[in-house]
Nanobody
């Protein structure tokens, strides 16, 4: 069992930055692939970024070159550094941990980009 707690969301102006954190407790954190997803009302949840247990990462096309995902296995935490934020980045951001058929989600954190 893995418990995930997101933090770091909030209100930011366009062009600003935020860093989201996903803190995990429970099972062996380093074995899991950890992803950040986001969702707005009426739309499907979409992948923002994912970092694999081996350390490689992938990004959604809309956030490439603006967002950076990283992990600190010793702290059992994954970070999402978001720069040059745009109003279309407004969403609830969710952390996901996946290991074979095991799949866990956090409760989400709201990010609002508005002037």
């Amino acid at each position: 069992q893995v418990q995930l707690v997101e933090s770091g969301g909030g209100l930011v102006q366009p062009g600003g930055s935020l860093r989201l954190s996903c803190a995990a407790s429970g099972s062996i954190f380093s074995d899991y692939d950890i992803g950040w997803y986001r969702q707005v009302p009426g739309k499907q949840r979409e992948l923002v970024a994912i970092i694999y247990s081996g350390g490689t990462s992938n990004y959604g096309d809309s956030v490439k070159a603006r967002f950076t995902i990283s992990r600190d296995n010793a702290k059992r935490t994954v970070y999402l550094q978001m720069n040059n934020l745009k109003p279309e980045d407004t969403a609830v951001y969710y952390c996901n941990a996946r290991f074979y058929t095991l799949d866990y989600w956090g409760q989400g954190t709201q990010v609002t980009v508005s002037s």
